[in-house]
């Protein structure tokens, strides 16, 4: 009788093997069918739109929910008022006036950056061959990459009176300034520091908005030897125009919400030259916690911040539309 000269012991080895390569053909077969499945694009954003629900869209809902009631902390359960929070801040001239001072900011903080911004992005664009190039931009993009606080505490030594820099140097021409305590100088010192810190972003804009437009045509426009501005106007502007735009945009929706860097400069004094809008907010809902008001400011602001992007989108359209036809 012949013996059996199989191995036992690799039979579990290979009943092991089959396993393996049958749980990876499902695999495979599962794979193959989710990525033809149309609820695969879905599956991919659903983190996101989970995150996006949970942290804001709710959050909102419940704002808008509650600026129709009167809530403080001290009144305790909220009291149905209806569109009595939104008249009161039809008729607070507090609320008008931290408005005006905020329009001011956005006009002046971002059209100082735009320019200043696309000056020194077309100076470097046009100089790629400099030396020191990487740098100087590196150098200049410094300021961006610091927190509104730190900027605020920087800035703030450097305007103390009595051991400041800036102060130091106007006693030596004679001069006694006190920029932030000075009604007639606080708002711009602090516009100043804002400027510094967002220039830098406005010219990194300026830089990816020159990077899109086609060399072909601007060498074609060299050897064509047309002039500088009509390059700017029929080359550079119509294919530039669309990042610029939304720079812009960008930086006009954060600074309507400046309140980091103001607050901890100056809290909105000397007096209120410096008292914003989002400064406002904020002493309403954390230090008075009329939870009501507050959240109809904040739809106000939201309002305001959608009329932005809507004005941007109509603008950029009607741009569009115009090269069309």
Do not use: C
């Not at 002046?108 to 020191?132: A, C, E, H, K, N």
């Not at 190039?133 to 730190?150: D, E, K, S, V, W």
Request: hydrophobic share 55%; net charge positive; charged share 15%.
């Amino acid at each position: 009788m012949q013996a059996d000269t199989t191995d036992s012991s690799s039979i579990p080895i290979y009943v092991g093997a089959q396993q393996s390569t049958a749980w990876r053909r499902t695999l495979a077969r599962l794979t193959h069918a989710l990525d033809n499945s149309r609820l695969f694009p879905a599956l991919l954003i659903a983190p996101v739109m989970i995150f996006f629900i949970v942290w804001n869209v709710i959050p909102t809902l419940w704002m808008i929910g509650l600026s129709f009631y009167k809530y403080t902390l001290m009144l305790g359960n909220p009291r149905f008022i209806g569109t009595d929070n939104f008249i009161s801040l039809m008729n607070d001239a507090q609320v008008w006036a931290a408005l005006g001072r905020t329009f001011t900011w956005v006009v002046l903080g971002v059209g100082i950056q735009t320019v200043l911004g696309v000056l020194l992005g077309y100076l470097f664009w046009g100089s790629r061959d400099m030396p020191g190039r990487r740098l100087a931009l590196t150098l200049l993009f410094a300021p961006m990459i610091l927190t509104p606080i730190a900027a605020g505490v920087f800035f703030r030594l450097i305007y103390e009176p009595t051991f400041g820099v800036a102060p130091f140097l106007f006693r030596q021409l004679g001069m006694e300034v006190n920029f932030l305590n000075d009604r007639n100088l606080a708002f711009v010192s602090v516009l100043v520091v804002d400027i510094w810190m967002w220039t830098p972003f406005m010219i990194l804009i300026t830089l990816a908005a020159l990077g899109s437009v086609p060399r072909a045509e601007l060498e074609a426009a060299e050897i064509d030897r047309i002039p500088w501005l009509k390059r700017m106007r029929y080359i550079v502007l119509p294919n530039a125009k669309f990042i610029l735009m939304l720079g812009i945009l960008l930086r006009t929706i954060d600074s309507f919400k400046t309140l980091d860097l103001v607050y901890l400069m100056t809290q909105g004094g000397p007096g209120n030259v410096t008292d914003l809008i989002a400064l406002l907010l904020r002493r309403k809902a954390f230090e008075a916690f009329d939870l009501g008001w507050s959240s109809a400011l904040a739809i106000i602001l939201l309002l305001s911040a959608i009329a932005f992007t809507s004005i941007y989108l109509y603008i950029l359209n009607m741009s569009r539309r115009q090269e069309v036809i």
